[in-house]
Nanobody, 123 residues
Framework: QVQLVESGGGLVQAGGSLRLSCAASGRTFSGYTMGWFRQAPGKEREFVAGITWSGGTTYYVDSVKGRFTISRDNAKNEVYLQMNSLKPEDTAVYYC????????????????WGQGTQVTVSS
């Protein structure tokens, strides 16, 4: 089992920045690909960003490329999502998740999930 707890969400104006953190505990964190997803009201959960277990490869949904950066610190068992130039359409609950498969973008391939943190971007 891997337990995940997100933090860092909040209310920010368009153009602003937020940094989300996800703290992991339980089984070996460093062995998992980590991802960030988001879900807006009435919409399906959407992949946002992923990072392989070593941190050597990152990948993003097109809508956040150049604005969001995913990173991880395996020594601290944490993964982060730096979000810059935020837009109202980024408003959602953000979840971190752990997968045993590299380059996973489908929620079905992620086995462990946090409870989510709300990000609201005002126009």
């Amino acid at each position: 089992q891997v337990q995940l707890v997100e933090s860092g969400g909040g209310l920010v104006q368009a153009g602003g920045s937020l940094r989300l953190s996800c703290a992991a505990s339980g089984r070996t964190f460093s062995g998992y690909t980590m991802g960030w997803f988001r879900q807006a009201p009435g919409k399906e959960r959407e992949f946002v960003a992923g990072i392989t277990w070593s941190g050597g490869t990152t990948y993003y949904v097109d809508s956040v490329k150049g604005r969001f950066t995913i990173s991880r610190d395996n020594a601290k068992n944490e993964v982060y999502l730096q979000m810059n130039s935020l837009k109202p359409e980024d408003t959602a609950v953000y979840y971190c998740a752990a997968s045993g498969s590299d380059y996973s973008t489908s929620p079905s391939l992620y086995h462990y999930w946090g409870q989510g943190t709300q990000v609201t971007v005002s126009s």
